[in-house]
């Protein structure tokens, strides 16, 4: 038996956020950058390439490390961090990754060009190539080079990359314009004004053969994308593109953070139609969900989609730690319709599965998809102080913590085949009980009484479940804390 697929996607001691995905021969592999757990700022270690064979989308493996940051030349003290990288077979066969570096909590992230990296194998050991440059050689740097993303488009090597800030362009130039340009982009006056138009924005560059030259000025993208609704979902950072058919989808960040949106055109350059959100890491906007109701705790999501075996699914990332700095991959199956447009899904916790997970066996409980004691926040490049619940990490151990009264957790779905019997391992000093529930908003199945104990603890009830594909949930009521790290299905 196949094992089944979970969201977060690897073993939940991994921290791959901002994923590419790509299909290679008969896998698919993840390129992503590389948080710590319990990290203090973004992308600490070095690039691991995950992959799994695309017909077993829950056996996910890794070869270890695969490039370093000290194998750039622009690391230093000051500049130590790969931020999010993208991969791209060449016109020769071999593998390009393409990335950025950047200092703590992303400084300096701004300040250099396009770094690139080459293997013989996607998830090969990877040697540092050279940056990307103009004609003559010099590097490429005309607008802030961040985020990049590249396809091989038929032949054709295409590079996007930028970030862009609405708030940044409102404020008129002088010196406080010139002292942020100098502190967050790393441009001179001198430089800016070598720019009139200005730095910021999404752009579209070609490459030759050597994967390293332009072959084409930059164009800029993001302002070629129409529709209403766009100016509240405006392009932020997270470039990618991806092809179906002869469409172009242009995801990205927006300046939510929280979610990743998608523009759509019949041309890699320009003409783009917004078309929506494809995904929100707290399931804002799904069925109208206001920013407020969030179901989890939100922050940065960067990530991309790909057809494997037929079926496209969104890539993104989930915060840990209640913080910006432990991000987790996870993916969602997505529909194309034939207008082109793709409706935003709902986060889950059996995304690449391709079916419920199974109402049997031992479940961590870090899989919840739904996290929330009702006043989660948002928390874009930080650790939040409050205390909401989160998924945490100790001694060797992933579970959630911060359990309080009125906290949700929630899993979707399972395919049920009748009353189980469902036993949870907790620990704390809580003192209440878990409310059992299929339906978010309907009644109570059975409750699991919790005491207080410092040694986890198995406490279990009988659910009569009715026959049918349902998610779970647990509601904690009571005083104290609590934490949980699995539960059982029986």
Same mark, same amino acid.
């Given at each position: 038996m196949k094992k089944q697929a979970f969201n977060p996607i690897l073993p939940l001691s991994e921290y791959i956020p901002?994923?590419?995905?790509?299909?290679?021969?008969?896998?698919? %592999?993840? %390129?992503?950058? @590389?948080?710590?757990e319990g990290g203090k700022t973004f992308c600490m270690l070095d690039y691991e390439v995950w992959s799994a064979p695309v017909d077993d989308l829950g056996n996910w493996t890794s070869k270890g490390p695969n490039y370093s940051a000290k194998q750039d030349p622009l690391y230093s003290k000051k500049m130590k961090y790969m931020f999010a990288p993208d991969c791209v077979k060449g016109n020769d066969g071999r593998f390009y990754l393409y990335y950025c570096m950047a200092g703590h909590k992303g400084l300096g992230g701004y300040y250099n060009p396009v770094s690139v990296a080459v293997s013989d194998t996607p998830d090969g050991k990877f040697t540092y190539l050279g940056v990307v440059r103009n004609p003559d050689g010099s590097p490429l740097m005309r607008y802030v080079c961040f985020d990049p993303s590249v396809i091989?488009?038929?032949?054709?090597? &295409?590079? %996007?990359?930028?970030?862009?800030?609405?708030?940044?362009?409102?404020?008129?130039?002088?010196?406080?314009?010139?002292?942020? $340009?100098? =502190?967050f982009f790393g441009r001179s006056k001198k430089q800016r004004e070598y720019v009139p138009e200005g730095i910021l924005g999404a752009y579209h560059v070609t490459l030759s053969d050597d994967m390293l030259t332009a072959t084409s000025a930059p164009v800029r993208i993001? @302002?070629?994308?129409?529709?209403?609704?766009?100016? /509240?979902?405006?392009?932020? /950072?997270?470039?990618?593109? &991806?092809?179906?058919?002869?469409?172009?989808?242009?995801?990205?960040?927006?300046?939510?953070? @929280?979610?990743?949106?998608?523009?759509?055109s019949d041309k890699p350059d320009g003409g783009f139609q917004y078309g929506g959100t494809i995904v929100s890491n707290g399931d804002i906007g799904f069925l109208g969900r206001k920013k407020e109701d969030r179901l989890n705790h939100t922050g940065t999501n960067h990530g991309s989609m790909e057809s494997i075996n037929g079926k496209w699914y969104v890539f993104y990332h989930r915060l840990t730690h209640c913080s910006d700095y432990s991000r987790q991959a996870c993916a969602e199956p997505v529909e194309i319709r034939p207008d082109g447009s793709i409706p935003q899904v709902q986060i889950s916790s059996c995304g690449l599965n391709g079916c419920p997970l199974r109402a049997e066996g031992e479940y961590p409980a870090g899989i919840c998809c739904i996290l929330t004691n009702g006043k989660m926040t948002h928390g874009s490049n930080k650790k939040a102080k409050t205390k909401e619940p989160r998924v945490s990490s100790g001694d060797g151990e992933r579970y959630i913590s911060f359990?309080?009264?009125?906290?949700? +957790?929630?899993? &979707?779905?399972?395919?049920? /085949?009748?009353? +189980?019997?469902?036993?949870? =391992?907790? &620990?704390?000093?809580?003192?209440?009980?878990?409310?059992?529930?299929?339906?978010?908003?309907?009644?109570?199945?059975?409750?699991?009484?919790?005491?207080?104990?410092?040694?986890?603890?198995?406490? /279990?009830?009988?659910?009569?479940?009715?026959?049918?594909?349902?998610?779970? $949930?647990?509601? $904690?009521?009571?005083?104290? =804390? +609590?934490?949980?790290?699995?539960?059982q299905l029986s």
């Open positions: 901002d994923g590419e995905p790509h299909v290679f021969g008969d896998r698919v %592999y993840l %390129y992503g950058s @590389h948080d710590k091989n488009d038929n032949g054709v090597i &295409r590079l %996007y990359y930028g970030t862009y800030w609405p708030w940044f362009e409102g404020i008129r130039f002088g010196p406080l314009k010139n002292k942020l $340009y100098k =502190r993001d @302002h070629s994308i129409s529709g209403e609704e766009y100016k /509240e979902h405006l392009f932020f /950072e997270g470039s990618s593109m &991806r092809k179906n058919g002869e469409k172009y989808y242009f995801i990205y960040s927006s300046i939510n953070n @929280h979610e990743l949106c998608y523009a759509f359990i309080a009264d009125n906290t949700l +957790i929630g899993y &979707r779905s399972f395919s049920f /085949e009748g009353p +189980i019997t469902l036993s949870l =391992r907790y &620990r704390g000093k809580g003192e209440g009980a878990f409310e059992i529930m299929v339906d978010i908003n309907g009644p109570v199945l059975s409750k699991i009484p919790i005491c207080a104990t410092k040694k986890w603890k198995d406490k /279990e009830t009988e659910l009569p479940v009715p026959v049918g594909v349902r998610p779970l $949930y647990f509601r $904690y009521s009571g005083s104290g =804390r +609590i934490e949980l790290l699995s539960f």
